[in-house]
């Protein structure tokens, strides 16, 4: 049977009573490993596509970085990502909204404190009459720019949008009618932009956050909020290569600067599961895969922490690509080349989360609001991520619609050199604190009580290798043709019927969903 | 008012400027070069900076020469000599040292005396960037295509880049995506545990750089370096006859046998535009020299910022110029000594005076190096490249003395509060202070020493910035974007204006390629 396919009244979305509503499938197609937002997507995919699948979560409930830590704590600490914004054919596609997700749709204000102790008040629109007049306060030609900018941003994070939609061959053996052509369109939807705007694309991405910034403005803390995106979830500063590229992935990912308001990202965990049951899939939460069960180079299953084995034809991977190949494959099953190759993958996680339940009288605007004074300021606090420490000034994103603020904290490097994170817990909680406070006076006063997520706490809960969000740091020499490693871009591994679906793929980093879809569409393909 | 009438004019005696005209000259045509100084050679320049002390003021060692050019151009008939540059020697901080040496397996026992594995890794390391150096190379002699442009010229470059890409390896292609895109710590780390190794390794991938190592891009600039070959023997360096002066002065000669005319004293002032069309230039002195064409190998800004009304340009070019990287972060201090500094990782003069000494202990060292710099500081502990001239060429200085050669980095053309005696003269003291942990008797060795920042650079060689590439060597600045999109084939919008410099495709170097490759696309525009 399926599920209604609205949350019915009374019963909490996704608990264990929903899911044990099910029965479970005489025979499995597909097995996929992690229940987040890509893992469930390329199950409800593949279901669709009239798969048996079973999606199988480690922890007690799906959703991956879609929900919080969910620990019986005094209060729910929100989840991982402020908002999801899901891509919109994958929305339509899985007819989310049949299953009761309405993606947010206002955009958020992103705001910046300004030294005088005003704000910048930025909104991603071309015409948005106060983010005008916020930014002449600072420079009138900066304001006369604004526009442009925009109107730049939105087609070079469509183009982007476009390229991760596009599914990444393995050079230089094209499939040119299956890969091919598709890369040609992109391409020529790259052409199309027009001389100017594809050169600024190109030349963008690997540009610093200060080349970037700088080319468009000349207002400090206009330049420094905007860097910060530049280098938001990365283990690189303001001055390292590459910041173009994570400015234009993560408007893409928010659409705009400022994050979107409106039904919070458990919901879309909530709406994915349905979406697989409502195709006779199974989503079974509190079962740990140990092993991927590997025959003659080829994945015929998975071992679960309890002994339970569970066989079938493919094994889709939403976990990251470094613990699905070296940890639930092992590397004895792999090639040498390609287990070396995976060990040098860069995960590198260098952000805490750290939420604080006020008693509403923080004084934070809702939405959006960075510490991020000057391109300076970013630098610095990542010269501390560089040698092994926690950042003395800290690169903040504090995000609020109410009592709980959210902040997420850069720089806090997974390998500390002269602590340990016992200890540096306490540090990150006091900086984070300490600095939101010296921006908005009223925040230390609301202060009820503050828990902490620590990037070894992102690789025991969540089981992100090194804490890495991304599951793999979003630069240059890992993205594209060459992520999660050159050559298996294609969701494909050396193990025949075992494919990778998670951000570690091409298009990964976030909340897109494109992962997930691509991953479904390449297995659907090969097994054609 | 004087008045001369040639084929072409070519501003600037260095190397590309010569071998441009030489390449002209070539084809029978009427050639003058005009040089602002006194001594041809530009940055590749011999002078006696003490009675008696011959020093390779700027560029100091040579590997990057087009081979084909010196066959064309008959160098070694007309006094080019290159000398080897056996080694490397790496102090350490322990009172050890680690050698590289011109013998493979020297050099791989002397890296097992420290790390078994790593002595290992460096066998495979060699092989693998010989070889992605080597099928990079065509790169090099190529004009790079306009991939906005339908025009003929451009559709056939792009065919042959195709052809090019198609002609690679999986591996190769794959090898050499990830050397353009990555840090030169994140490959170092992938291959070595050695400090001393990495830190050595990576200095090559700053040079000219205002990057630190860990930066994305910067294993290209490694790549670049691995590029030279010097009598076939691949990515040799070697010390000029002479010193570099010696190489320029071949080339000079070469092209008064071929009937160039070389005026030196003749500072540039002005291209004269007639009819929309460059037609001459104007010099500082009033003097006009009239031609059919006119090629800069000037700096990018000066060549079409300075020398040209910008209202010959269309905005969307100047713009891309002023926005183009030439941030000098590199010093140099030549040292007039009257004995040979006593290293006390290897007493006594030895192979290491023969070689170059690299003070870079570690990756974090040169990190941290950067780290000053990016905040307008020169670094208070340098990476530095040293050699020593008079012991590969003793003509360099006089019996029993020495001079000594410090590239030094960083340093930075923007130093806070500007640069003056003062601060030449602290940097210096830093250099010296440096090179005195590992060779104690320095300072009383030294009878003069010359320090030259790259306002200094700027000041001599007139090079814009003092950056020693003519523009840095940034991932948004290679190949069909250097020095702008749509102009990186020698040609400039404005008809019968030509640019033929490290400004260019494909950088900097003593390389000679821009300007040979400039030259010729003259040549083709006249043949139609």
């Known amino acids: 049977m399926t599920l209604p396919s609205t949350p019915s009244p009374g019963l909490r979305p996704n608990s264990p009573a929903v899911v044990a509503e099910l029965k479970m499938p005489a025979h499995v197609d597909v097995i996929v490993v992690g229940a987040g937002h890509n893992g469930l997507i390329a199950g409800a995919y593949l279901a669709r596509a009239g798969r048996k699948v079973l999606v199988l979560e480690a922890r007690d409930f799906p959703g991956g970085q879609l929900s919080g830590p969910r620990d019986g704590a005094s209060f729910d600490a929100p989840a991982l990502y402020p908002a999801a914004l899901v891509r919109s054919e994958v929305v339509r596609e899985l007819e989310l909204d049949r299953f009761g997700w309405q993606a947010p749709t206002a955009p958020g204000p992103y705001v910046t404190a300004l030294p005088d102790g005003g704000v910048l008040h930025l909104a991603s629109s071309a015409t948005d009459a106060a983010t005008l007049e916020s930014i002449r306060r600072l420079s009138s030609r900066d304001a006369a720019r604004w526009p442009e900018f925009v109107a730049f941003m939105d087609r070079a994070a469509a183009f982007l949008d476009a390229a991760y939609a596009t599914g990444m061959p393995r050079l230089p053996a094209v499939d040119w009618r299956a890969e091919g052509l598709p890369l040609a369109a992109l391409g020529w939807k790259l052409r199309r932009l027009g001389r100017r705007d594809m050169f600024r694309v190109i030349r963008s991405l690997p540009m610093t956050a200060v080349e970037f910034t700088e080319e468009w403005f000349e207002a400090g803390p206009l330049k420094a909020a905007l860097g910060a995106l530049a280098v938001h979830g990365l283990t690189l500063g303001s001055m390292s290569a590459g910041g173009g590229y994570n400015f234009v992935h993560q408007w893409l990912l928010r659409g705009g600067l400022g994050h979107r308001t409106g039904a919070g990202p458990q919901a879309l965990g909530d709406a994915l599961v349905r979406a697989v049951q409502a195709h006779e899939g199974e989503v079974r939460t509190g079962a740990a895969v140990a092993q991927i069960l590997v025959e003659r180079q080829r994945a015929v299953g998975v071992r679960l922490v309890n002994g339970e084995e569970i066989r079938a034809r493919t094994v889709v991977s939403a976990a990251d690509p470094r613990r699905t190949l070296l940890g639930l494959v092992g590397a004895p099953e792999l090639p040498p080349e390609f287990v070396w190759h995976t060990r040098s993958i860069r995960m590198r996680g260098s952000v805490a989360k750290v939420h604080v339940l006020t008693d509403g009288h923080h004084g934070l605007p809702a939405g959006t609001t960075v510490v991020a004074p000057t391109l300076q300021y970013l630098e610095r606090a990542y010269d501390a991520a560089k040698y092994g420490e926690v950042s003395t000034n800290p690169y903040l994103e504090a995000t609020t619609h109410g009592v709980v603020v959210s902040i997420h904290f850069q720089f806090a490097p997974y390998a500390l050199r002269h602590e340990d994170w016992t200890s540096a817990r306490a540090t990150v909680e006091r900086r984070a604190v300490e600095t939101l406070a010296t921006h908005f006076p009223k925040f230390a006063a609301s202060i009820r009580e503050v828990r902490s997520i620590t990037p070894p706490d992102l690789e025991q809960q969540w089981g992100l290798t090194e804490g890495d969000l991304n599951h793999g740091q979003l630069i240059l020499d890992q993205v594209f043709f060459m992520r999660p490693l050159p050559g298996w871009s294609s969701h494909a591994t050396p193990i025949a019927g075992l494919y990778l679906c998670g951000s570690g793929v091409h298009g990964g980093g976030g909340i897109s969903g494109h992962p997930g879809r691509n991953a479904a569409r390449a297995i659907l393909r090969h097994e054609r | ?528």
């Open chain 2, 1 to 528: 008012m004087a008045s001369y009438t040639f084929d072409a004019i070519v501003i600037g005696a260095g190397h590309n400027g010569l071998i441009a005209a030489c390449y002209l000259a070539r084809a029978g045509r009427k050639v003058v070069v005009l040089e602002r100084r006194d001594i041809v050679g530009g940055a590749a320049v011999t002078e006696e900076i003490f009675p008696g002390y011959r020093f390779s003021e700027f560029s100091y060692v040579v590997s990057l020469l087009r081979p084909e050019i010196i066959r064309d151009l008959e160098l070694p008939r007309h006094g080019l000599k290159i000398l080897p540059l056996p080694s490397t020697v790496t102090p350490l901080d322990n009172g050890d040292y680690l050698a590289g040496w011109d013998d493979h397996d020297l050099t791989r026992r002397e890296i097992y005396r420290h790390s078994p594995l790593d002595a290992e890794a460096y066998d495979e390391y060699s092989r693998v960037m010989a070889r992605a150096a080597k099928a990079i190379k065509p790169i090099i002699g190529l004009v790079p295509p306009d991939p906005s442009s339908l025009g003929w010229r451009d559709l056939k470059g792009l065919l042959k880049l195709g052809r090019f890409g198609a002609s690679l390896s999986e591996t190769e292609l794959y090898r050499i995506s990830k050397l353009v895109t990555q840090s030169s710590a994140d490959l170092l780390e992938e291959w070595f545990e050695l400090d001393a190794l990495k830190g050595t390794k990576a200095a090559s991938g700053i040079i000219g750089t205002f990057l630190g190592p860990r930066s994305p891009g910067t294993a290209y600039v490694l790549l670049h370096h691995y590029m030279g070959e010097i009598d076939g023997a691949f990515r040799a360096w070697g010390f000029a006859k002479n010193g570099t002066g010696g190489v320029t002065a071949a080339i000079a000669s070469s092209a008064r046998a071929l009937g160039v005319e070389i005026r030196t004293g003749a500072a540039v002032d002005k291209v004269v535009v007639k009819g929309g069309r460059a037609a001459g230039v104007a010099l500082a002195n009033g003097d006009e020299y009239e031609a059919k064409v006119v090629l800069s190998a000037a700096d990018p800004k000066r060549s079409f910022l300075q020398f040209v009304d910008p209202q010959h340009f269309p905005d969307e070019f100047v713009e891309a110029l002023r926005n183009f990287r030439v941030r000098g972060s590199s010093g140099k201090v030549n040292i007039a000594l009257s004995e040979l500094p006593q290293f006390t990782c290897l007493p006594g003069e030895g192979p290491l005076h023969r070689g170059a000494v690299s003070i870079s202990p570690s990756i974090d060292y040169v990190e941290r190096a950067y780290d000053d710099a990016k905040y307008g500081q020169f670094s208070r502990q340098p990476y530095m490249d040293i050699i020593f001239p008079s012991m590969i060429d003793r003509d360099m200085a006089p019996p029993g003395h020495h001079v000594m050669s410090c590239f030094v980095q960083y340093a930075p053309y923007d130093i806070e509060g500007g640069w003056d005696d003062a601060k030449r003269e602290a940097f210096g003291e830093t250099v010296i202070a440096t090179i005195e942990k590992y060779a104690p008797n320095i300072r009383r060795a030294i009878v003069g020493k010359q320090v030259i920042t790259p306002k200094d650079i700027e000041r001599i060689a007139g090079i814009t910035g003092g950056n020693i590439f003519h523009g840095e060597l940034l991932l948004h600045q290679l190949f069909f974007l250097r020095p702008a999109p749509q102009w990186a084939d020698f040609r400039t919008p404005l008809p019968g204006y030509y640019f033929g410099a490290a400004g260019a495709h494909p950088g900097g170097g003593v390389m000679g390629a821009a300007g040979k490759m400039a030259a010729e696309e003259v040549l083709q525009d006249w043949r139609k």
